[in-house]
Nanobody, 120 residues
């Protein structure tokens, strides 16, 4: 079983920065990806950034150049550095890991979510 515990988040003014962390404990199958999703008010949950076990990264277009995802070498902690934050970045941010199980089944694990509010 996998547990994900997020930290960071909070209230920041437009143009400010915040950093999120997510600590993973436990194991399940083979770790494929670590990432961050977000869900804004009245919106669907969307992928913000993902980093693969091989170190490749991808971002949703709206955060490219502003957000950076990274992880430690042991792949136990994933980070999201958010710069030049905008009001539209306001959302609950969720940590996610994906694990390959038997018969090529992919299993998702989620953190509890942390609120990020960008407002003046």
């Amino acid at each position: 079983q996998v547990q994900l515990v997020e930290s960071g988040g909070g209230l920041v003014q437009p143009g400010g920065s915040l950093s999120l962390s997510c600590a993973r404990s436990g194991s399940s199958g083979a770790l494929l990806n670590m990432g961050w999703y977000r869900q804004g008010p009245g919106k669907q949950r969307e992928l913000v950034a993902r980093i693969t076990s091989g170190g490749s990264t991808n971002y949703v277009d709206s955060v490219k150049g502003r957000f950076t995802i990274s992880r430690d070498n042991a792949q136990t902690t994933v980070y999201l550095q958010m710069n030049n934050l905008k009001p539209e970045d306001t959302a609950v941010y969720y940590c996610n890991t994906q694990h390959l199980q038997s018969q090529w089944r992919i299993e998702d694990y989620w953190g509890q979510g942390t609120q990020v509010t960008v407002s003046s």
